[in-house]
């Protein structure tokens, strides 16, 4: 019998595969391929994908598509960043993969040491996973944990608002139910208090009664409740997937004290509002509020790669230490802390650090004022414009007609995911002033259009 090989030394010789033809392309993945959120039966072919650079994807056809959505929000500089790719072909180069229990790499040490340098104060204690769902899982599972430990197994309740999403596996889909997703699981998830979030807007004159009012609401909730309860879960200044809605930094830090005099974990989930999507690098900055826990995922690794972080404080790390294992948080994934992440996030930090990043950042928020706010002021097909960081979003008139306009956009070249009736742009930072410029007229026009059912 022939000896088992050691791996050849260098395969970068391997052939690619042979390319598919637009036409093949799309019958295989019809037959093979199950989307997310796509109804298979009516959807029309996959928009098949060639390359990406900076703001841009292009087809097959070779036709440009400008991302306006940052390829679900994870794309922060730009698709093909040489610098974040280049970081990723030299780390694969020497480690590529290892086990993170009982081991350790210098990437992961380093991208937490840099993160926390960024982070408030207390947030120190990193845990790595693959996705903003997991970092929501873990999240949940350590606040409940946590109170365990302590000794407090009644602090059981678990505390949202009114619109969070917070990903698709069970925890984060109990945290985000009232998001309007997950009714075919109703039976797999466990039972979340939900309190009001006052949506704004630009120009909004009723936002500080409806804040009042939900803070009522919670120090009443918090009145019965707030000694049962472990942690509240927030998607700090933006509701993102239920429509971008927007509260001000004045309403979380009220609901925020009234959640500390009662002892409750505050989790803020800035799986989309985090690495600068908001203009300050993470919306817990940009409301001056540092929680128990952070989620983070999407932009970590600049949209490169999947990874997640949960970070927490000490405090709520030494609940976990004791001689007993069973005192110990024993979750993990195979892919925990891949060193081919931490190489690509520790590249994307470099680049969002970068001054030039704010400026774009600036830059695209004023870009986004001066575009939009004529546009949605002109006419009775647009409303409630709000604006924070570099996500514009306001609503469109008309039942359906957002969706309906999604398609025509496409073809004109602009990719738009449009929420219900938000009509929404979050583009990756490197997005021109042209590039923007084009995305508001297409949109004018498509507003003009009517798209009636
Ligand atoms: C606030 C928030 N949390 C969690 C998630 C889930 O992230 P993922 O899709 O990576 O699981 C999302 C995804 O959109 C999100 O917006």
Not at 232 to 255: C, D, T, Y
Not at 325 to 341: I, Y
């Amino acid at each position: 019998m022939k000896e088992a090989t050691a791996c050849p030394p260098d395969a970068r010789g391997a052939a690619d595969p042979a390319p598919l033809d637009l036409a093949s392309l799309q019958a295989l993945d019809r037959d093979l391929v199950w989307h997310p959120f796509t109804q298979a039966r009516t959807a029309p072919p996959a928009t098949a994908v060639r390359s990406a650079r900076g703001a841009a994807l292009t087809d097959f056809q070779g036709r440009e598509i400008l991302d306006l959505v940052s390829s679900w929000w994870v794309t922060l500089h730009g698709h093909g960043h040489p610098a974040i790719a280049r970081a990723i072909a030299r780390q694969a180069e020497t480690l590529e993969q290892v086990i993170f229990a009982g081991f350790t790499h210098q990437p992961a040490v380093e991208l937490c040491r840099r993160l926390t340098a960024l982070l408030p104060g207390g947030l120190r204690r990193c845990f790595f996973s693959d996705n903003g769902s997991t970092a929501v899982e873990v999240a949940l599972k350590m606040a409940c944990q946590a109170w365990r430990n302590r000794g407090e197994p009644g602090r059981g309740r678990f505390l949202a608002f009114q619109g969070g999403y917070h990903g698709d596996t069970v925890g984060a889909m109990s945290a985000g139910v009232s998001s309007g997703y997950f009714k075919p699981w109703k039976r797999l998830l466990f039972p979340v208090d939900l309190l009001p979030a006052p949506a704004t807007w630009l120009g909004d004159a009723t936002a500080q009664a409806r804040e009042d009012a939900a803070l009522d609401q919670m120090e009443r909730h918090l009145g019965r409740y707030g000694d049962r309860t472990a942690a509240a879960i927030i998607e700090p200044l933006v509701q993102g997937a239920s429509g971008m809605r927007m509260h001000r930094p004045r309403f979380l830090r009220g609901a925020v004290e009234r959640l500390r005099a009662k002892g409750v974990l505050v989790i803020f989930d800035e799986v989309m509002t985090g690495f600068g999507r908001l203009g300050a690098l993470f919306g817990c900055l940009e409301a001056g509020i540092a929680p128990d826990l952070v989620c983070l995922s999407k932009g970590l690794t600049g949209g490169a790669l999947p990874m997640a972080l949960t970070i927490t404080t000490d405090a709520v790390h030494e609940a976990f230490l004791d001689e007993r294992m069973d005192m110990a948080f024993l979750h993990g994934h195979s892919f925990t802390a891949n060193p081919l992440g931490c190489a690509a996030a520790l590249a994307s930090l470099d680049l969002l650090l970068d001054p030039a990043c704010a400026a774009a950042r600036a830059r695209i928020e004023r870009r986004h004022r001066a575009g939009l706010a004529p546009l949605v002021a002109a006419g009775p097909g647009a409303s409630r414009l709000r604006i924070q960081g570099t996500i514009a979003a306001f609503q469109v008139a008309g039942p359906g007609r957002a969706a309906r306009m999604r398609p025509w956009l496409l073809e004109r070249g602009l990719l738009v995911r449009p929420l219900g009736s938000t009509l929404y742009l979050l583009p990756p930072y490197c997005i021109t002033d042209g590039q923007l410029d084009r995305a508001y007229e297409g949109i004018a026009e498509g507003l003009a259009c009517g798209f009636e059912p």
